[in-house]
């Protein structure tokens, strides 16, 4: 039989090194060189990355020169530097509040059983900082790091009742309200009702609204600056939970937010959160 001749592989796509500012665009840079388990030299990170080689060149110098990075004995190669495995262990060691929160939620997911995540809100979506995933077989995969639009989204309802109506409205005007289900709330009238309703009855449900088949019910994290810009959320298929299944849950979710929020009140430097109730104030 004759060989049958092999397609040739298509080169690897770059790894994007980018940013608005040559900072970002070095720190961009250092993930990418995090991610490695040995040494690389300027030509194997420029046919990486495809920067051009006189610009990637001096980046490994500002990196170096910083301390950020150290060359091999060859003088050719480089590797982390003592600056930066020094950061690293740092926040190894000291993120305890992290451990802290990723323990509440543990808790949380052992009380309800279903899957729970710690959110944030940045720009126009919602960031999911922690999740804790249900050991039940049929679940959705979200993980930590993964962003929804804030309108569809339970735990971004409950920031967007916490705005001025003119932020909100500020917020709302520049962001596309995509309709993700049939159930996404696209209309600026029916989308103002339902945070309407949101910052009356203190929480917030995602009924299908993002994807097919999912329900979401969200509570803030209560915060001394009066705004917060914490919500803890219990996710799950709604064959297991319907929207009168989730209002048992509140208790449980109210109390996992208390516990995220004295874990943040531990965690402020005395006298932050009085400062920042004036900025609020103000």
Do not use: W
């Not at 608005?20 to 040494?39: C, G």
């Not at 289900?181 to 949101?198: M, Y």
Request: proline letters at 7%; a neutral charge.
């Amino acid at each position: 039989m004759p060989a049958i001749p092999l397609a040739p592989l298509a080169p690897p796509t770059p790894v994007e090194v980018s940013g608005d500012t040559p900072t970002l665009r070095l720190f961009a840079l250092l993930e990418v060189i995090a991610a490695k388990d040995q040494y690389f030299s300027l030509q194997s990170l420029a046919d990486e990355t495809a920067v051009p080689k006189p610009t990637l060149h001096r980046m490994l110098q500002q990196l170096e020169a910083a301390q950020l990075l150290e060359r091999s004995g060859d003088g050719r190669h480089y590797g982390t530097g003592v600056r930066l495995r020094r950061l690293a262990e740092n926040l190894l060691m000291n993120d305890t509040a992290h451990g802290a929160r990723h323990a509440v939620l543990r808790t949380l997911v052992a009380e309800v059983g279903e899957s729970v995540n710690l959110t944030a809100l940045s720009g126009s979506e919602v960031i999911y900082l922690d999740r804790v995933e249900t050991p039940a077989p049929l679940r959705f995969y979200l993980h930590p790091g993964s962003r929804v639009p804030v309108h569809c989204s339970a735990s971004g309802k409950v920031f967007l009742s916490q705005m001025a109506a003119s932020q909100r409205q500020r917020l709302l005007d520049s962001t596309p309200l995509e309709a993700f289900t049939p159930k996404t709330l696209t209309a600026p009238e029916a989308l103002e009702t339902e945070i309407r309703k949101v910052k009356r009855q203190g929480f917030a449900l995602d009924n299908e609204e993002f994807l097919p088949g999912l329900l979401c019910v969200a509570v803030a994290v209560p915060s001394a600056a009066g705004r917060s810009n914490l919500c803890v959320a219990v996710q799950a298929p709604l064959m297991r939970l319907t929207a009168d299944k989730a209002l048992a849950l509140l208790p449980a979710l109210q109390r996992a937010a208390a516990a995220l929020s004295r874990i943040e009140t531990d965690a402020t430097p005395a006298g932050q959160a009085t400062a920042n109730v004036g900025m609020e104030a103000a």
